[in-house]
């Protein structure tokens, strides 16, 4: 497979992240990343918005997710994490971006 613009084997850019497939423990898809959230300070990421729940995009909630609960599989070309569907139902969740905290520099994990 031959890298895109902005893309090496160790770094990617925000954009290419945005809309990337997330994956629970069990390979199904829970999500993709909608947003990822970086500290002006420290240049790291702190976390992903994670969309989930809707159909073809409408609808859907909004869920942040610490960075480091992800990590990128090269098989499924996306990012893979612990959490369940069932348990980001339960999460604390944001039901559009008018509602989400953007000072919150570390949301709680779902």
Same mark, same amino acid.
């Given at each position: 497979m031959a890298m895109e613009d902005r893309e090496t084997f160790s770094l990617i850019g925000s954009d290419k992240v945005e809309g990337t497939n997330v994956y629970g423990a069990d390979g199904e898809k829970v999500g993709y990343i909608e947003h990822v959230m970086i500290d002006k300070v420290s240049g790291k990421v702190s976390y992903a918005v994670l969309s989930f729940g809707g159909l073809l995009?409408? /609808? =859907? =909630?909004?869920? +942040? #997710? +610490?960075w480091q609960a992800l990590k990128y599989d090269t098989n #499924?070309? /996306?990012?893979? $994490? /612990?959490? $369940?569907? =069932?348990? #980001?139902?339960?999460? +604390?969740?944001y039901a559009d971006e008018s509602s989400w905290n953007w000072s919150d520099p570390a949301p709680r994990a779902p």
């Open positions: 995009g409408i /609808g =859907d =909630d909004h869920y +942040p #997710l +610490p #499924l070309a /996306g990012y893979v $994490t /612990g959490i $369940t569907q =069932d348990q #980001l139902r339960s999460a +604390p969740k």
